[in-house]
């Protein structure tokens, strides 16, 4: 590749471009404050890669989402969710014996220690199951004191991912049944991930929601070097536990500008229904600059074309409603909404299409999912996405620690005044 020519303070310097399999450029600026004292600012780091990564590709223009070079339609169609999280943390689709030895390992690990068990249940019933469970996952940690090291040995990775994995949907699932007054459900190693996820939750397993489930949780599973990724990253990058950084990931899915938004959607579209059904009046809000609701579900920093999950999930909502012969209004009242956004000057002059939370959270509600529940389900099926990043970071060879730089606008050297005279 040739090199970038920059002419900045007087010098000149040559900063080598990277070009990616897909063909996307990149600026590597690694010798730019050496060679001229100056940095780069990037609010939201909006124009700033902040690294290689060979697991997921989108291209936000086209709509296209690609795990490991498998598109996310034929994955979601064909694959599961253990077979998918398999792909991204280790790279290839597994063999049967592969897949089966990696179900297993979520098995056996299907299971939290009671003091984990005791942190939950000391969580007021109506705690944000995201609070619970990125606590009791961070705990878990003090459980296995082996694997708190940031450096791991090859078997120690091949312990502590489907530990994490495993313990994930216990957690949750507690979570929602301390929620309910009930006791931890138990893990049966017969089910799929989905299946014992359903069985932990309902003490029940009904196929078609476990398919339902199992196709979000593959949707769901990772975009590349989004908020909560680049959280785990970072984290990660001081050589901190993966116990620890999935913690902060979940923290960071937590807001509402992230994977907070697909609880913000149903609240968004059940105002909507209590108002009478008029989104139109809903859609002159969201784009009132005086006004700060935002239209929950809609835009993207990526995606300036429709969401390929959106339009997957959009597709199942009718399909798994019916099957499940649930009648839900505001699904009319999103579609509305999507339909008169997608002609609006404003919407389409940003380019703003509905994302992956759109309308997933109408069939959690379908499924039986409580709505403060929804990012913990986004939190699920995201986790192999936050472990294959946080596996690939840790075996960079050039890893180093996260710490950007800053451009200082605070008060020049000034001397300390005593109390008496200030
Ligand atoms: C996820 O990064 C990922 O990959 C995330 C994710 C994943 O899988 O990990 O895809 C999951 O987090 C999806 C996004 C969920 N969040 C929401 O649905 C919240 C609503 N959306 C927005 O807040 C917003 O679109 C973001 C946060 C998603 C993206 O914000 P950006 O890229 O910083 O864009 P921006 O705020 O600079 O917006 C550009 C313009 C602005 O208007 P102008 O100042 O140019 O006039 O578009 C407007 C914004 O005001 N805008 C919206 C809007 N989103 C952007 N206006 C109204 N409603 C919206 N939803």
Redesign the pocket.
Known sequence: MSNAKLEIEGKTIELPIIKGSENEVGLDISKLRAETGVITVDD?FVNTGSCESSITFINGGEGILRYRGYGIEELAEKSNFEEVAYLLINGELPTSAQLSGFKAKIAEYSTIPVEVKNIISSFPPEAHPMAVVSSAMVALSAFYPELQKGTLTEADTEKVIPLVMGAMKVIAAANYRHSKGKTTGTPNGKYNYAQDFTNLMFDKVDDDIARALDVLFIL?AD?EQ???ASTVRVVGSSRANLFASVSAGINALWG????G?NQKVIEMLDAIQNDGGDYKKWLGK??DKSDPF?????????YKNFDPRAKIIKKACDTILNKLGVQDPILDIAKGLEEQALSDEYFVE?K?YP???FYSGIIYRALGIPTHMFTVMFALGRLPGWVSQWKEMIESPNLKICRPRQIYTGSKLRSYTGIESR
Do not use: T
């Open positions: 939201g769901h975009h989004n908020c909560s509402p500008l992230h994977g938004a969201a784009k935002r239209l929950m579900g809609f835009g993207h920093r990526v940003r703003l994302n992956v939370d």
